[in-house]
């Protein structure tokens, strides 16, 4: 059930009618949903019309808008879902129903990357529940859009689906949507979660602020392997506005290249990925607060600014991590060791950190990353491509939706 609604009662009533769906799904397996979900995500993954209508919405170029809807299509993959309910809900649980559950689960989707809605109406079918979703202001087509194709698939279970979008702290419209839901998952700034747990209390599942870094160690930098140009697709995708986005990268001192130079040539490693996947348009603010950034840049000691058309990229010889404005801006820092990584990022603040190092390098780095927070590890040029198992927030992805709170989970991609 999506679309737009008048007024909220009538979203009330769709909640309604899609609880109801999900009690007249009874004793179908996991396997069968995981294989309506894949073929649904096949063909929203091809849906024309979402192609050519999101750029001017999202605010992004049309070959970004294509890179994003291709990434979170090949998430949403069969055989890695029926992987994902195994691995949480042990062998043969694809053969089984969902576990006792929530009967509805409520998502409210930050608007700064397109396509959320799909993974949250994933993983909600993938516990047995009824899932309503609010669309972020900036992409209020993709889960709508994901909702069309699983009906053309698998009717019964878009029955239990309801997608819809509304001003965000319409309390009107958030009753209507939430009043019967057992848990409410909500992204977005730290603000936006505060003034809804205020509202929700224990029912919020919140994912607030959070950044990604990367880090490049001396034998990273000497593998025979184009990192600069995955690094600056990690960095463009999305236009850096995703908690997977990498906002700085850290690089071990008294390598080749040296850390300033790694700089130069990410710089131009972005310039050659935006003629690929340029930028969307900036608005006034953001090109107000690029142009500060820049100008404060020039002026502190030892480092260097370099901007040209695919991002700004800024050297600093200061290892502390600082935020920055996302556009594709990036800080390199210089580090004589990646062990100090740990000490120089925030608890609680990074989601994913992006490395090119060895086997040995990652597996020293993992236990303190994990108490600081991370919930995942990967490979530079990776960062942006989560799997649906990704534990965000060190959360596993179906248990804390049962309420399972679990051990903190740091998933570690090789």
């Known amino acids: 059930m999506s679309g737009w609604c008048e007024t909220p009662a009538e979203l009330a009533e769709l909640v309604g009618g899609a609880v109801r769906a999900r009690d007249r799904l009874g004793a179908r397996t996991l396997g069968d949903a995981a294989e309506a979900l894949g073929a649904a995500a096949v063909r929203w993954g091809t849906d024309a019309q979402l192609l050519a209508d999101l750029p001017a919405v999202a605010r992004l170029s049309p070959p970004l808008v294509a890179a994003a809807v291709r990434i979170a299509a090949a998430a949403i993959d069969t055989r890695a879902m029926r992987a994902l309910v195994e691995h949480e809900f042990g062998a043969g649980a694809a053969g089984r129903p969902a576990p006792r559950g929530p009967s509805l689960i409520g998502h409210v989707l930050a608007g700064n990357v397109p396509a959320l809605g799909v993974p949250a109406i994933a993983l909600g079918c993938l516990v047995g529940?009824?899932?309503?979703?609010k669309s972020g202001h900036d992409d209020p087509l993709s889960a709508p859009a994901f909702h069309r194709a699983l009906e053309a698939v698998d009717p019964l279970l878009a029955a239990a689906v309801v997608t819809a979008y509304w001003p965000g702290g319409e309390r009107s419209w958030e009753e209507a949507a939430f009043a019967r839901a057992d848990l409410v998952v909500a992204s977005g700034t730290?603000?936006?979660?505060?003034?809804?747990?205020?509202?929700?209390g224990a029912r919020l599942l919140a994912h607030g602020d959070r950044v990604s870094v990367a880090a490049v160690s001396r034998e990273g930098l000497g593998r025979d392997e184009p990192l600069l140009e995955r690094l600056a697709l990690d960095i463009a995708l999305h236009d850096q506005r995703g908690c997977l986005s990498p906002r700085a990268v850290y690089v071990e001192a008294d390598g080749s290249p040296s850390p300033q130079a790694f700089a130069e040539r990410l710089a131009a490693a972005l310039d050659a990925v935006a003629r690929e996947l340029p930028p969307g348009?900036?608005?006034?603010?953001?090109?107000?607060?690029?142009?500060?950034?820049?100008?404060?840049?020039?002026?502190?000691?030892g480092s260097r600014v370099l901007n040209g058309a695919g991002g700004l990229v800024v050297y600093d010889p200061r290892p502390a991590f600082r935020p920055t404005t996302g556009r594709r801006t990036i800080r390199v820092h210089a580090v004589?060791?990646?062990?100090?990584?740990?000490?120089?990022?925030?608890?609680?603040?990074v989601e994913c950190v992006g490395l090119a190092a060895s086997g040995p390098?990652?597996?020293?780095l993992v236990p303190a990353l994990r108490a600081l927070g991370v919930a995942r590890v990967?490979?530079?040029?990776?960062?942006?491509?989560?799997?649906?198992?990704?534990?965000?927030?060190?959360?596993?992805?179906l248990g804390s939706l049962l309420g399972r709170p679990g051990p903190d989970v740091l998933e570690v991609e090789g």
């Open 378 to 397: 990967c490979p530079i040029g990776r960062m942006q491509q989560p799997a649906l198992a990704w534990p965000r927030g060190q959360r596993l992805p």
């Open 361 to 364: 390098e990652v597996a020293a």
């Open 281 to 301: 348009p900036a608005g006034v603010e953001e090109r107000a607060a690029l142009r500060l950034l820049a100008d404060e840049a020039e002026w502190e000691p």
């Open 129 to 133: 529940a009824a899932v309503v979703v």
């Open 336 to 349: 004589n060791n990646l062990a100090a990584l740990p000490l120089i990022l925030a608890p609680g603040r």
């Open 190 to 200: 730290d603000e936006t979660v505060a003034a809804l747990a205020g509202r929700l």
